[in-house]
């Protein structure tokens, strides 16, 4: 009978992490698009999509040719789910936000991916005008006050804005439904985190469709509602057994992930470091498993820590129970001369890095 219990709890995970994933962005499960700029802007951008979506990475390299000098814009921007990645190759940092986007996609799952889609372009102040054959797909044409775009089940063709100077990108190759490497949603080591508190998508704003059978001529009316901008939600995570855990943080504490810690990987040391308040130490155990921990509260003599231990597959293994004994196997943990920072050592082969802002 346990061992039936431990099967249906183990399937009820494995369908929760494939509920998650199986949130359509787009009517197809995988495409590589390439681009191209022109007008002031030259450079290439190739978009990979996976999962129906649920992965996808755009890697931009753009010039602008402006009165004579050049800028040069290296990034890569990788949105896995709600989590977003944006990569400044020229500064080998990586910065961690929130794909909102994502969000509205969950919450409207009744509704086809292309009526979010279009819903969230009309937030743009786009109006459809008509449609027209784009590399021999029936694309909508979409206007603003000094913008036009293509747009073919939710995947932007083209986009034109002259504002300041002319930007035009458009599509050159579409791939549907092929194999996406899985490097391609890598961060790429060697590269530091930085705090940012900057989203993808349309962070705050409350998507309402108006009507669930109102239909007009561009497709289903939808409104946005921004009087009360929401800050960073907390990311959830699972336990192996199912449970949704949450922990509060300040700061970038609840953007950083298992993927983000092990790309830090080649920084953390086994010398001792100092944490202040604010500040995350991200960390690899004796087990070779990666965490993060954070200063919860310090009284007199008296310190408590919040942290979360992360499995291979991104669920937590161990999390902050209102004690410090789960790392203090690990970590050698003690309050400075001056009882406002912590002073933490490695033991055995663990190794940790405090996140700078």
Not at 33 to 50: L, Q, V, W
Not at 192 to 207: I, N
Not at 208 to 220: A, D, V, Y
């Amino acid at each position: 009978m346990k061992s039936k219990l431990f099967f249906i709890s183990i399937l009820f995970v494995s369908n929760l992490f494939t509920q998650k994933q199986q949130t359509k962005i787009f009517p197809f499960k995988s495409a590589i698009i390439e681009y191209k700029y022109e007008a002031s802007f030259g450079g290439s951008h190739i978009k990979y999509i996976d999962d129906w979506g649920y992965k996808q990475a755009d890697y931009i390299r753009k010039e602008l040719n402006f009165g004579g000098n050049t800028d040069k814009e290296y990034e890569t921007i990788i949105l896995i789910g709600n989590k977003a990645y944006t990569i400044n190759h020229q500064e080998n940092e990586v910065a961690i936000g929130r794909n909102e986007t994502y969000a509205y996609y969950q919450l409207n799952g009744d509704r086809s991916c292309t009526e979010v889609s279009e819903a969230l372009i009309k937030a743009e102040s786009y109006v459809q005008n008509g449609t027209t054959n784009f590399m021999r797909k029936e694309g909508k044409v979409w206007k603003a006050n000094k913008a036009t775009k293509i747009t073919w089940e939710g995947l932007e063709l083209q986009s034109e804005i002259n504002f300041m100077t002319m930007m035009v990108i458009k599509a050159t190759k579409i791939e549907i439904d092929v194999e996406i490497p899985e490097n391609k949603f890598e961060i790429p080591q060697g590269f530091k985190y930085v705090s940012s508190d900057v989203y993808q998508g349309y962070s705050g704003l409350d998507l309402q469709f108006e009507n669930s059978t109102l239909k007009t001529k561009n497709g289903i009316k939808a409104s946005f509602d921004s009087s009360d901008l929401i800050g960073c939600d907390n990311f959830e995570y699972f336990t192996q057994d199912g449970e949704k855990v949450i922990i509060e943080g300040v700061n970038d504490y609840n953007k950083i992930d298992n993927r983000l810690i092990k790309s830090q990987k080649q920084f953390m040391t086994s010398n001792e470091v100092v944490l202040s308040q604010a500040t995350t130490l991200i960390f690899e155990t004796t087990e070779g498993n990666y965490g993060k921990l954070q200063i919860k509260e310090i009284t007199g003599n008296e310190f408590e820590v919040r942290f979360a231990i992360f499995n291979a597959d991104v669920s937590i293994k161990i999390h902050s129970d209102g004690t410090n004994k789960c790392v203090e196997s690990d970590f050698e943990i003690m309050l400075d001369k001056n009882k406002n920072k912590l002073k933490i050592t490695p033991k055995d082969q663990s190794k940790c890095f405090v996140l700078g802002w």
